[in-house]
């Protein structure tokens, strides 16, 4: 290695380096912040303290907003897995025009702006007469968990044998069956990852919710903002840690899975 690779090379690594610095610095701020025992953000702390965790029982609204937050972030999930996964065999089966522009169109809300998405979501349903916030929450929610199923499911497919299903149906088989025993389970690490990505995408979604939220409805983003501008303290930095385990927890149990997966595979 000459003298010109290795200045290279350890400039590659310094770079490297800086960049994972910069990315975890907020979240190692976030962190040592929710451990603090002063009622306001020092850093470094005064002393360490699990206070702003024990705080958390006795924040009016959270555990409502925690539960609803989940409740549409399973829900929207779920459905996008179906609807997605409907959309990407009609696109990577069908022999029509437009398909390429079906596909973009189906990940359109990821491409133009949170808020531009949410105004025009609030507008459509006043138009159709939809008031109720919860079902407006859901639909908006797929809209936006949609894509990261959709296109995780056509890539996969795209490497899919559809023999495999004709044949499946030849054994007597109905579509819906072959779809379940068959091409489910063989891409079952492109369904687990986009569900991954769209269930932490709902959770932490807060440009679209907040048009589509009321007084009795509020997830957990909107009710952090409300926190943030009544009573800012370090329990925002405890609830953003959580939120930060949780992510780390659907990684890791999606890693390991889909590992676990290829092994029995292969």
Request: charged share 10%; hydrophobic share 55%.
């Amino acid at each position: 290695m000459t003298g010109t690779d290795r200045l290279a090379l350890s400039l590659s690594w310094i770079i490297a380096l800086g960049c994972v610095f910069f990315l975890m610095l907020p979240i190692v701020i976030t962190l040592a912040a929710s451990f603090t025992s002063s009622a306001v953000y020092t850093l470094p702390p005064p002393e360490w303290s699990l206070r702003w965790y024990q705080s958390l029982e006795r924040r009016l609204g959270l555990w409502d907003a925690v539960a609803l937050s989940l409740n549409l972030a399973v829900v929207s999930t779920m459905i996008s897995l179906v609807l997605g996964t409907l959309a990407a065999i009609a696109v990577a089966r069908g022999r029509f025009q437009g398909r390429e522009a079906i596909a973009t169109f189906t990940v359109s809300p990821l491409m133009m702006p949170g808020l531009v998405v949410g105004v025009a979501l609030l507008q459509f349903f006043r138009e159709i007469g939809l008031r109720d916030a919860y079902w407006s929450l859901l639909l908006g929610h797929i809209v936006i968990t949609l894509p990261f199923v959709m296109r995780t499911l056509l890539a996969s497919m795209a490497a899919f044998d559809f023999s495999l299903v004709d044949a499946a149906r030849t054994l007597g088989l109905s579509y819906p069956r072959a779809i379940l025993q068959v091409l489910v389970p063989n891409l079952a690490p492109a369904y687990l990852t986009g569900g991954l990505f769209a269930f932490l995408a709902s959770m932490d979604n807060y440009p679209i919710s907040i048009f589509l939220t009321d007084a009795r409805n509020k997830t957990l983003p909107i009710k952090m903002l409300q926190y943030l501008e009544e009573q800012p303290d370090p329990s925002l930095a405890a609830i953003s840690s959580g939120l930060i385990l949780l992510a780390c927890i659907v990684l890791i149990i999606g890693s390991r899975t889909v590992g676990l997966n290829r092994m029995i595979q292969g």
